[in-house]
Protein backbone atom coordinates (compact mmCIF):
# COMPACT_ATOMS: atom_id res chain seq x y z
CA UNK A 1 0.00 0.00 0.00
CA UNK A 2 2.85 2.23 -0.24
CA UNK A 3 2.31 5.71 -2.52
CA UNK A 4 6.47 6.08 -2.93
CA UNK A 5 9.44 4.99 -4.50
CA UNK A 6 11.71 2.29 -3.11
CA UNK A 7 13.18 4.74 -1.18
CA UNK A 8 10.43 6.30 1.05
CA UNK A 9 12.16 8.88 4.17
CA UNK A 10 11.44 6.83 7.66
CA UNK A 11 10.87 8.37 10.70
CA UNK A 12 11.45 6.51 13.85
CA UNK A 13 9.38 7.27 16.83
CA UNK A 14 9.54 6.15 20.58
CA UNK A 15 6.14 5.05 21.21
CA UNK A 16 4.56 8.48 23.91
CA UNK A 17 7.08 10.84 22.22
CA UNK A 18 5.87 13.71 19.76
CA UNK A 19 6.18 12.92 15.49
CA UNK A 20 6.78 15.72 13.52
CA UNK A 21 6.27 14.90 9.63
CA UNK A 22 7.26 17.75 7.22
CA UNK A 23 6.10 18.25 3.52
CA UNK A 24 7.40 20.92 1.22
CA UNK A 25 4.63 21.80 -1.33
CA UNK A 26 5.49 23.02 -4.91
CA UNK A 27 2.85 25.10 -5.90
CA UNK A 28 2.63 28.91 -3.93
CA UNK A 29 -0.71 29.32 -5.47
CA UNK A 30 -2.21 26.06 -3.63
CA UNK A 31 -4.88 26.91 -1.23
CA UNK A 32 -5.70 24.07 0.30
CA UNK A 33 -3.73 20.98 1.89
CA UNK A 34 -4.72 18.22 3.35
CA UNK A 35 -2.78 15.26 4.86
CA UNK A 36 -3.65 11.25 4.64
CA UNK A 37 -2.56 8.33 6.43
CA UNK A 38 -2.11 4.75 4.85
CA UNK A 39 -1.58 1.57 6.63
CA UNK A 40 -0.31 -1.04 4.72
CA UNK A 41 -2.95 -3.00 2.60
CA UNK A 42 -5.36 -0.02 2.67
CA UNK A 43 -6.10 3.18 1.18
CA UNK A 44 -5.00 6.78 2.03
CA UNK A 45 -7.05 7.88 4.74
CA UNK A 46 -8.10 11.53 5.56
CA UNK A 47 -6.39 13.32 9.13
CA UNK A 48 -6.73 16.89 8.51
CA UNK A 49 -6.69 19.68 6.29
CA UNK A 50 -5.91 23.38 6.31
CA UNK A 51 -6.58 26.43 4.09
CA UNK A 52 -3.74 28.54 2.98
CA UNK A 53 -5.34 31.51 5.08
CA UNK A 54 -4.88 29.78 8.14
CA UNK A 55 -1.24 28.97 10.13
CA UNK A 56 -2.51 26.10 12.30
CA UNK A 57 -5.12 23.88 12.67
CA UNK A 58 -5.70 21.31 15.72
CA UNK A 59 -7.30 17.84 15.49
CA UNK A 60 -7.80 15.44 17.88
CA UNK A 61 -4.29 14.46 18.74
CA UNK A 62 -2.69 15.55 15.47
CA UNK A 63 -1.78 19.35 14.59
CA UNK A 64 -1.06 20.38 10.88
CA UNK A 65 1.22 23.73 10.42
CA UNK A 66 1.37 26.03 7.44
CA UNK A 67 4.19 28.01 6.44
CA UNK A 68 3.61 29.63 2.95
CA UNK A 69 6.46 31.58 3.13
CA UNK A 70 8.94 28.50 2.72
CA UNK A 71 5.87 26.46 1.14
CA UNK A 72 6.28 23.97 4.36
CA UNK A 73 3.69 21.62 5.25
CA UNK A 74 4.33 19.89 9.10
CA UNK A 75 1.83 17.36 10.69
CA UNK A 76 2.99 16.61 14.55
CA UNK A 77 1.37 13.93 16.19
CA UNK A 78 1.03 13.70 20.13
CA UNK A 79 1.67 11.31 22.15
CA UNK A 80 2.22 8.70 19.17
CA UNK A 81 0.99 4.96 19.33
CA UNK A 82 1.75 1.74 17.71
CA UNK A 83 -1.66 2.16 15.68
CA UNK A 84 0.44 5.72 14.22
CA UNK A 85 3.06 3.43 12.04
CA UNK A 86 1.97 4.33 8.46
CA UNK A 87 2.89 6.15 5.99
CA UNK A 88 2.10 9.67 5.55
CA UNK A 89 1.68 11.63 2.91
CA UNK A 90 0.08 15.46 2.25
CA UNK A 91 -1.85 16.72 -0.66
CA UNK A 92 -2.40 20.23 -2.03
CA UNK A 93 -4.66 21.36 -4.46
CA UNK A 94 -4.84 25.05 -6.13
CA UNK A 95 -8.28 26.87 -6.25
CA UNK A 96 -11.30 26.09 -5.08
CA UNK A 97 -12.43 25.18 -9.04
CA UNK A 98 -9.56 22.82 -9.90
CA UNK A 99 -9.71 18.83 -8.84
CA UNK A 100 -6.05 18.10 -9.70
CA UNK A 101 -4.29 17.07 -6.27
CA UNK A 102 -0.62 16.70 -6.01
CA UNK A 103 0.45 14.23 -3.72
CA UNK A 104 3.71 14.29 -1.99
CA UNK A 105 6.25 11.03 -1.97
CA UNK A 106 5.44 10.27 1.38
CA UNK A 107 7.04 9.44 5.16
CA UNK A 108 6.38 6.19 6.52
CA UNK A 109 5.90 6.65 10.66
CA UNK A 110 7.70 3.82 12.68
CA UNK A 111 6.40 3.75 16.27
CA UNK A 112 8.90 2.14 18.41
CA UNK A 113 7.66 0.05 21.40
CA UNK B 1 -19.17 5.62 9.09
CA UNK B 2 -20.06 6.90 5.35
CA UNK B 3 -17.33 4.94 3.23
CA UNK B 4 -16.12 4.39 -0.56
CA UNK B 5 -16.54 0.40 -1.49
CA UNK B 6 -14.81 -1.29 -4.22
CA UNK B 7 -14.69 -3.97 -5.53
CA UNK B 8 -12.86 -6.44 -6.10
CA UNK B 9 -10.80 -5.94 -3.43
CA UNK B 10 -7.85 -8.27 -4.98
CA UNK B 11 -7.48 -10.30 -8.48
CA UNK B 12 -5.49 -12.02 -10.14
CA UNK B 13 -5.85 -12.30 -13.88
CA UNK B 14 -4.15 -13.45 -17.23
CA UNK B 15 -2.37 -10.72 -19.84
CA UNK B 16 -5.02 -10.02 -22.23
CA UNK B 17 -8.30 -10.30 -19.93
CA UNK B 18 -10.51 -8.36 -19.33
CA UNK B 19 -10.89 -6.69 -15.79
CA UNK B 20 -13.75 -4.70 -14.56
CA UNK B 21 -13.14 -2.57 -11.41
CA UNK B 22 -16.41 -1.08 -9.47
CA UNK B 23 -16.86 1.32 -6.85
CA UNK B 24 -20.17 2.76 -4.79
CA UNK B 25 -19.06 6.44 -3.74
CA UNK B 26 -20.03 7.90 -0.65
CA UNK B 27 -23.66 8.48 -0.40
CA UNK B 28 -24.18 12.55 -1.64
CA UNK B 29 -20.72 13.16 -2.68
CA UNK B 30 -20.79 14.60 -6.19
CA UNK B 31 -17.18 14.44 -7.53
CA UNK B 32 -15.23 10.83 -7.98
CA UNK B 33 -11.78 9.92 -8.75
CA UNK B 34 -9.51 6.98 -10.27
CA UNK B 35 -6.36 6.57 -8.98
CA UNK B 36 -3.41 4.35 -9.67
CA UNK B 37 -0.81 3.73 -7.01
CA UNK B 38 2.61 1.53 -7.58
CA UNK B 39 5.51 1.97 -5.91
CA UNK B 40 7.31 3.82 -8.62
CA UNK B 41 4.96 6.02 -9.65
CA UNK B 42 2.35 6.91 -6.36
CA UNK B 43 -0.51 8.11 -7.10
CA UNK B 44 -1.45 8.73 -10.23
CA UNK B 45 -4.87 10.43 -11.08
CA UNK B 46 -6.81 8.32 -14.23
CA UNK B 47 -9.81 9.62 -14.38
CA UNK B 48 -12.04 12.41 -12.68
CA UNK B 49 -16.44 12.65 -12.74
CA UNK B 50 -18.36 15.55 -11.68
CA UNK B 51 -21.76 14.56 -11.71
CA UNK B 52 -21.39 11.82 -13.25
CA UNK B 53 -19.82 13.40 -16.46
CA UNK B 54 -16.09 12.47 -17.54
CA UNK B 55 -14.24 16.05 -17.02
CA UNK B 56 -10.40 14.56 -17.37
CA UNK B 57 -9.87 11.32 -17.93
CA UNK B 58 -6.02 12.74 -19.66
CA UNK B 59 -4.23 9.87 -17.17
CA UNK B 60 -5.73 7.33 -18.92
CA UNK B 61 -4.19 5.01 -21.81
CA UNK B 62 -6.84 5.41 -24.11
CA UNK B 63 -6.83 2.14 -25.74
CA UNK B 64 -7.22 -0.26 -23.40
CA UNK B 65 -9.01 1.81 -20.20
CA UNK B 66 -12.52 2.98 -19.75
CA UNK B 67 -14.05 4.74 -16.83
CA UNK B 68 -17.91 5.00 -17.29
CA UNK B 69 -20.45 6.28 -14.39
CA UNK B 70 -23.71 4.26 -15.15
CA UNK B 71 -25.38 6.28 -12.23
CA UNK B 72 -24.37 7.90 -9.27
CA UNK B 73 -23.77 4.95 -6.97
CA UNK B 74 -21.81 3.09 -9.04
CA UNK B 75 -18.46 3.58 -11.09
CA UNK B 76 -16.62 1.13 -13.18
CA UNK B 77 -13.06 1.18 -14.44
CA UNK B 78 -12.17 -1.08 -16.64
CA UNK B 79 -8.93 -2.37 -18.75
CA UNK B 80 -9.21 -4.13 -21.88
CA UNK B 81 -6.78 -6.29 -22.85
CA UNK B 82 -5.43 -6.49 -19.33
CA UNK B 83 -1.06 -6.26 -19.24
CA UNK B 84 1.25 -7.01 -16.45
CA UNK B 85 2.22 -3.45 -16.28
CA UNK B 86 -1.00 -2.67 -15.19
CA UNK B 87 -0.42 -4.03 -11.97
CA UNK B 88 -1.18 -1.60 -9.54
CA UNK B 89 -3.50 -1.09 -6.80
CA UNK B 90 -6.54 0.77 -8.22
CA UNK B 91 -8.14 3.80 -5.81
CA UNK B 92 -11.50 5.41 -6.18
CA UNK B 93 -12.25 8.39 -4.20
CA UNK B 94 -14.72 10.75 -3.75
CA UNK B 95 -15.25 14.35 -2.44
CA UNK B 96 -17.96 16.82 -2.03
CA UNK B 97 -17.06 20.46 -2.34
CA UNK B 98 -17.44 22.67 1.03
CA UNK B 99 -16.96 26.02 2.23
CA UNK B 100 -13.84 24.91 3.59
CA UNK B 101 -12.17 22.92 1.22
CA UNK B 102 -12.28 20.06 -1.68
CA UNK B 103 -11.64 17.25 0.62
CA UNK B 104 -11.56 13.34 -0.95
CA UNK B 105 -11.97 10.21 0.66
CA UNK B 106 -10.58 6.79 -0.79
CA UNK B 107 -12.05 3.25 -1.00
CA UNK B 108 -9.34 0.46 0.16
CA UNK B 109 -8.67 -0.23 -3.20
CA UNK B 110 -8.65 -2.86 -5.99
CA UNK B 111 -5.28 -4.85 -5.47
CA UNK B 112 -4.39 -5.88 -9.39
CA UNK B 113 -1.92 -8.49 -10.36
CA UNK B 114 -1.37 -9.66 -14.57
CA UNK B 115 0.73 -12.38 -15.29
Known amino acids: GESVGLHLPTLSVQEGDNSIINCAYS??????FIWYKQESGKGPQFIID?????DKRQGQRVTVLLNKTVKHLSLQIAATQPGDSAVYFC????????????FGTGTRLKVLA | DARVTQTPRHKVTEMGQEVTMRCQPI?????VFWYRQTMMQGLELLAY????????DSGMPKDRFSAEMPDATLATLKIQPSEPRDSAVYFC?????????????FGEGSWLTVV
Open chain 2, 93 to 105: ASGLRTGFGNTIY
Open chain 1, 27 to 32: NSASDY
Open chain 1, 50 to 54: IRSNM
Open chain 1, 91 to 102: AEIEGSGTYKYI
Open chain 2, 27 to 31: LGHNT
Open chain 2, 49 to 56: FRNRAPLD
